[in-house]
């Protein structure tokens, strides 16, 4: 039987790298900082910030120190791009942020406009200014996960223990016809740490939303819920404008979309989850693989959180939303019990003191 490991960011943050969204506007921000000490000014396309007072030489670690530093009249900062302060004003209330989910709760502010009286050629020039502000946000987070060096990390025992066990259990790239595809949603290597284990189970790695490292090719990076009852009212539109940044016109710009239905349409196949968050985001590829007749179960590699707690329930409910409605039997028949599945790395509680 084939199997289709699905790869999100919890694979890297469990390799120890800084890949969340609230990663990189650190690094922004910190960017921003340093400039201030040294020349006293900064201006790109996001912001305008000028030093009003000395300010110490250290790195700025959190949003909430620069905010300190803001508040405290230290230096003026000024936003030029509307997102990119929403997402700094999100991460303030939520201390999370999703990006792309924020980009589409924003576009849908083109249904409230038109309510409350607005022009379509306002409303239309408010979501060409939206989508520029989103691109130059998908640009330097291009640029940030391009800078994180995977060779500086280390293969996790427990992952690759639980890899080279699921792949050897049905003789993947022994026996024929039985292969193994890594779907890494991705942007970074950190699949190479395992190269060794992969090559010699002829298991190979699409990188679905392509490489940050890659100077040829773009990232995907937007919307993937095409199954939104929102998204069918902006399709209706009829303006080519409202979808730029959905995932689904992106894939078209190479070839891996197309290899990655090759490869579920061949043959039966088993889903390992490992550090997918199942968000909806991207929905609309999620659906096409649980849904799928050849997708046989679904194996998730929860994570432990230690003292007993872990987020296995949770990411049924992600999986779940997944499944159209007269799919849910499916999706109970698919979907393996807790007491078989496995964490995607041990926390041993309670931590021993060295």
């Known amino acids: 039987m084939n199997q289709l490991y699905i790869i999100g960011n919890g694979f890297d943050l469990a390799h120890g790298m800084k890949t969340k969204y609230t ?3 650190v690094w922004y921000l910190n960017g921003v900082y340093t400039r201030l000490v040294k020349t006293g000014v900064y201006e790109d396309e996001l912001v305008r910030s000028t030093r009003k007072k000395d300010l110490p030489e250290i790195e700025i670690n959190s949003i909430t120190k ?5 508040k405290n009249d230290l230096f003026e900062f000024i936003y030029k791009n509307n997102f990119f302060k929403l997402i700094i004003n999100d991460v303030s209330i939520r201390k999370w942020i999703d990006i792309e989910e924020l980009y589409f709760r924003q576009l849908l502010l083109y249904d409230a406009k038109r309510k409350v009286g607005e022009t379509w050629d306002e409303i239309d020039g408010f979501v060409q200014k939206h989508n520029d502000e989103f691109h130059i946000i998908k ?4 640029e940030y996960l391009a800078g994180i ?4 990390y280390s293969p996790i025992v427990d992952i690759h223990s639980n890899l080279n066990s699921y792949l050897a259990k049905y003789n993947i790239g022994v026996a024929e016809n039985q292969r193994a595809l890594f779907l890494n949603f991705n942007y970074t290597k950190t699949l190479d740490l395992y190269s060794d284990l992969l090559t010699r189970h002829k298991a190979y790695i699409l ?4 490489e940050a490292d890659n100077d040829k090719q773009g990232i995907v990076f937007g919307y993937g819920d095409e199954m939104n009852d929102h998204y069918i009212e902006i399709e209706k539109l009829n303006k080519n404008e409202y979808l730029r940044n959905f995932k689904s016109f992106d894939y078209f710009k190479a070839n891996q979309y197309r290899q990655f239905l090759q490869f579920i349409n061949r043959d039966i196949f088993n889903v390992f989850i490992l550090g997918h968050s199942c968000g909806l985001s991207d929905r609309i590829l999620l659906n096409s693989i649980f849904e799928h007749e050849n997708c046989n179960e ?3 590699f929860y994570y432990d959180k230690g003292n007993g707690e872990n987020d296995f329930i949770e990411k049924t409910y992600e999986i779940s939303r997944h499944f ?3 799919k849910k039997g499916e999706m109970r028949k698919k979907i393996v019990p807790f007491e078989n599945s496995e964490p995607l790395v041990r926390v041993n509680w309670p931590l021993t003191k060295p």
């Open 324 to 326: 159209s409605g007269s």
């Open 66 to 70: 620069f905010d300190e530093y803001i």
């Open 207 to 210: 990188h679905i939303h392509g």
């Open 149 to 152: 060096d995977v060779r500086i």
């Open 139 to 142: 640009i330097l987070l291009k």
């Open 23 to 25: 990663d990189f506007i």
């Open 298 to 300: 679904i194996q998730i």
